[in-house]
């Protein structure tokens, strides 16, 4: 992965969860060694991502389509059978958006 593919990747998820109603904002920060991206509720329907600035592209994108897992199921910082089902849903876009950069 490169930084294109990885703003890329940014811009789909925001078009994708504004078509939700949803929106975030998503920022490379520093974070602890052991957490490569989070996710808080900042306002009804607005969520605000943080990945680790550490991180590789790759690494970046990961975390990303985790923690859309998370957005999708209200960033409520569980891994249970819930989030599961959205964290399915955003590797399925994530699938997506990579078949289409390789048709390319």
Partial sequence: MNRMVYHGWISVVKT???????????????????????CTPVAEDFYRIRISRDATYDKACEALTHELGHVLDGCLHEHGPSWGVSYSEAYALWAKFVEACNEQ
């Fill in 16 to 38: 994708y969860l504004k078509e939700k109603g949803i929106h975030i904002s998503v920022r490379r920060t520093r974070l602890p060694p052991d957490v490569e991206g989070d």
